[in-house]
């Protein structure tokens, strides 16, 4: 079914342009136009406000989402906030993960995100026994992105090790497959993440050569970088390099603590990096060197990862706030550098039709002129009106009060 829109103003090959005219069929792009000056048909649907492509989610732990407002709480540290998600983890069951993740892809739809990449570890029943569907809970993903309308890309995530060689304990029981062969016989083909250089073992990552696309947790904690050089010598950049696993089908996630050796390695290699600023903020982990990945060859994205904000439009802005303050120098990136990295493909023909349409009038918006500086330092999640995904409207301004709704029952659910 063909559908048409004409966008007032839209992010179209790097530039602001006003009056363009998209035509989608089978969920892609067949048309895009800009600067139209003729009547649009009748059948044209008029878009107000400034449209975007979608936005891309490259990091995320549905799961999390069930701790937003508890675990910010007092102090405490990384390891403690781990000790809090491992509760939720317990908790879940796959008709219980399946309403979690649900609630929060509509969340994360309602902000912009029309793909996630999910790094799924909780595959198993507590106490580690497989389900009688060993991917049930990852199956229960999938069907949550699609009753949510993202598309998702599922990596499935090995994780045997408590960290570097220990027996995983506890709530990790239901994460590991023994050993990384066991893993990959359960999760078969396909995208696939390594949880950490901690959990999995220097001689089982063979099992991952080939793997596209292939992500790792990296240098989060400056602890796991003490312990990568106690237990093998080198930093976790260096081993995954020695291991052959980086390279433009490999996204390391965080990389918050890097010497300019790692910095290179990722660089020369064209590894990705998905920067998580709310998360790594909130959890007190630091500032990565974002700019200087980037000048070093490594294409970068966002995620929000835990789910303390979700929000496309802060993650962006936070790139460049947060070096602004590490720096005390402003103007690392330009508007357009920002939103180019959040976006998930551009709006051209062939390209996926997904569209998130920004209202340009709102108390935020307003009067900060419509265009990609908008986006960068004004909009926020709470901005956007329409989201358009392959084509399909999944989101329009008034689904977030049934969005709420379905946020607390399912959150309550878990901790009842
Ligand atoms: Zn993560």
């Known amino acids: 079914m063909t559908s048409s829109y004409l966008l007032e103003r839209a992010w179209v090959d790097g530039a602001v342009?006003?009056?363009?005219?998209?035509?989608?069929?089978?969920?892609r792009f067949t048309r895009v136009e800009t600067d139209r000056e003729a009547e649009p048909a009748p059948d044209v649907e008029l878009l107000p406000g400034l449209t975007l492509p979608g936005l891309a989610n490259d990091h995320s732990h549905a799961f999390h989402r069930a701790l937003r407002g508890r675990t910010q709480r007092e102090r405490g540290t990384f390891w403690t906030w781990r000790d809090q998600m491992y509760d939720v983890a317990d908790r879940?069951?796959?008709?219980?993960?399946?309403?979690?993740?649900?609630?929060?892809y509509r969340e994360m739809v309602a902000a912009g995100y029309t793909s996630v990449s999910e790094f799924h570890y909780l595959h198993h029943q507590p106490a580690g026994m497989p389900y009688d569907e060993p991917n049930a809970m990852g199956d229960a993903l999938r069907e949550a992105a699609r009753q949510a309308g993202i598309r998702i890309t599922l990596l499935d995530t090995c994780y045997v090790s408590s960290g570097f060689g220990a027996p995983p304990e506890g709530v990790q029981r239901r994460y590991s497959d023994g050993d990384a062969d066991a893993w990959a016989a359960r999760a078969g083909i396909g995208p696939a993440a390594i949880h950490s250089v901690r959990a999995v073992p220097r001689d089982q990552l063979a099992t991952f050569h080939g793997r596209s696309p292939l992500h790792v947790h990296l240098s989060e904690q400056a602890a796991e970088n003490e312990a990568c050089l106690a237990a093998y010598g080198v930093t976790p950049t260096r081993l995954l390099h020695e291991a052959d696993l980086l390279g433009p089908d490999t996204t390391v996630v965080h990389a918050t603590h890097l010497t300019d050796d790692d910095i290179e390695l990722l660089g020369t290699t064209g590894t990705r990096v998905c920067i998580t600023p709310t998360t790594e903020r909130d959890l007190a982990d630091g500032i990565g060197p974002a700019r200087r990945l980037h000048d070093a060859g490594c294409p970068i994205s966002v995620g929000s990862d835990s789910h303390a904000v979700v929000d496309p439009f802060e993650e962006l802005r936070a790139l460049e706030m947060d070096e602004r303050l590490a720096t005390r120098e402003r103007g690392h990136w330009t508007a357009g550098e920002l939103l180019d990295i959040g976006a998930g493909g551009p709006i051209e023909v062939g390209a996926r039709a997904d569209l998130v349409t920004l209202d340009t009038s709102s108390p935020r918006t307003a009067g900060t002129g419509a265009d990609e500086q908008?986006?960068?330092?004004?909009?926020?999640?709470?901005?956007?009106?329409?989201?358009?995904?392959?084509g399909r409207v999944v989101f329009t301004r008034g689904d977030e009060v049934e969005i709420g709704r379905e946020l607390d029952r399912a959150i309550r659910a878990v901790w009842a």
């Open 17 to 27: 342009h006003t009056n363009v005219l998209v035509e989608i069929d089978g969920g």
């Open 92 to 104: 879940l069951d796959p008709e219980s993960y399946l309403a979690l993740a649900r609630a929060a």
């Open 374 to 390: 908008t986006v960068a330092f004004a909009a926020t999640a709470a901005d956007v009106v329409q989201v358009v995904a392959d």
